[in-house]
């Protein structure tokens, strides 16, 4: 388990940051993008520098000093509380650090009150931007079980690692982030109806099948035809053996449905028809590749069945992508998967419920609308691939989504 570190250091940070390493100059991603001058080499060096300072022996020291229970658990405005404050301030001080806003390492808040138990909330109060590092709870978390011996150093390391190089990061923007009051009106039951997700759109198709893998004629065998369905208005019937889609012959286990889902309105749909009702669907021989082969029954072995083309009327339009997403207002620049749709490249590329959009071909997303118009104008240039940057359970990461049909698929092209 990884334990933070103490609020109060984390506080007092922003205030060090500046005074010791004083990095100017645009991001830093901007920099690695660009190159950099000798003189903005050296300053991220500082900052390289200073993030290899953060050692997990010496957090692990610290920590089990404040982990003591002569500190009488630190808390906000208590004894224990103003001693952890004491101990804290004497090492900024050792370590010949000096306090970069006035005189003093300490701010006060009046009324100081942690009402939701987190060591954000006088900052809120006072309407600060605030963010809240948390590795998650625990067995243990806030119980005297929680022992110094339970702590992850590594994991300490990486968490002092991370704010100190994001709050360099913002002192050398122009801007810095402004206070959103919308954050207050979350709440675990407008977080359950926010992201309650989409039903399931209707099939287009309505049928169940079965993949038969053959090698001289894969297919996909019908199970089930769902009643009043586009299958069953365009005469399909269990036992049918479909072959192709507009001329192009099934290929592999997720074709048929990739192809259904892109399709027009109307496909052309090739097919061998079930045997007769006394014969089962595996005593009928496909016919040969290329759907020409036609025998008549004789006493000397099974019936090769004549195939036919059939026209299908699809329900509902075309899916490109197989995404849908919703927009929170008190959380801007993202927005939340609410649907995947099976066998579309959306899943296929394993996005899933829940996953936030951050960026799409690396541009960040600013709104539900910034990204549906984005993504018309993308797919209109019919793309063969997209790049969403996602956040997946507080793991940031690109997802390459293709937009052909499944590997394997028929329709490729040779020069």
Not at 379 to 393: D, G, W
Request: with cysteine; charged share 25%.
């Amino acid at each position: 388990m990884v334990k933070g570190i103490p609020p109060l250091l984390m506080l007092l940070l922003f205030i060090v940051i500046r005074r010791s390493w004083k990095v100017v100059g645009p991001k830093v991603l901007v920099l690695l993008a660009v190159g950099m001058t000798p003189v903005m080499a050296a300053e991220r060096g500082r900052l390289e520098a200073a993030l290899r300072s953060v050692s997990a022996d010496q957090l692990h020291a610290h920590a089990a000093v404040l982990a003591d229970d002569t500190f009488e658990g630190r808390a906000a405005g208590s004894r224990g509380g103003r001693a952890a404050a004491g101990y804290l301030l004497k090492r900024l001080r050792s370590s010949g650090l000096e306090p970069g806003a006035g005189d003093r390492f300490t701010q006060s808040f009046h009324g100081w009150e942690l009402k939701a138990n987190s060591d954000h909330w006088p900052f809120l109060e006072h309407d600060i931007p605030a963010v809240c590092l948390h590795t998650g709870l625990h067995d243990d978390y806030h119980r005297p079980s929680d022992d110094i011996e339970k702590i992850n150093a590594r994991g300490m390391q990486q968490v002092a690692r991370y704010p100190l190089d994001r709050l360099v990061n913002m002192a050398d923007t122009a801007r810095l982030p402004s206070f959103r009051r919308r954050g207050w009106s979350d709440s675990p039951f407008r977080q359950q109806r926010l992201q309650q997700p989409l039903s399931p759109p209707a099939p287009r198709l309505g049928i169940s099948w079965r993949y038969v893998e053959e090698e001289r004629l894969p297919h996909c065998l019908v199970t089930k035809i769902i009643p009043s369905s586009p299958a069953a208005k365009a005469g399909l019937k269990v036992g049918d053996r479909i072959l192709s889609v507009d001329g192009l012959p099934i290929t592999g286990k997720e074709w048929l449905p990739a192809v259904i889902l892109q399709a027009p309105s109307t496909v052309q749909m090739g097919l061998q028809r079930s045997p007769p009702s006394d014969e089962s669907p595996e005593s009928v021989q496909p016919a040969a590749k290329g759907l020409a082969a036609e025998s008549s029954p004789t006493e000397d072995g099974p019936v090769a069945l004549t195939p036919e083309t059939i026209t299908v009327v699809l329900a509902g339009q075309p899916t490109r992508l197989g995404l849908s997403w919703r927009e929170d207002e008190s959380e801007s620049q993202s927005v939340y998967v609410t649907r995947v749709v099976p066998y579309s490249p959306a899943a296929r590329a394993g996005i899933h419920l829940l996953d936030r959009i951050m960026a799409l071909d690396s541009v960040p997303v600013t709104g539900k609308d910034d990204l549906l118009a984005r993504l018309r104008d993308r797919l209109e240039n019919r793309p063969e691939a997209l790049l969403l940057t996602l956040e997946t359970r507080g793991r940031i990461h690109d997802v390459v989504v293709p937009l052909d049909l499944p590997s394997g698929q028929a329709g490729d092209r040779s020069l």
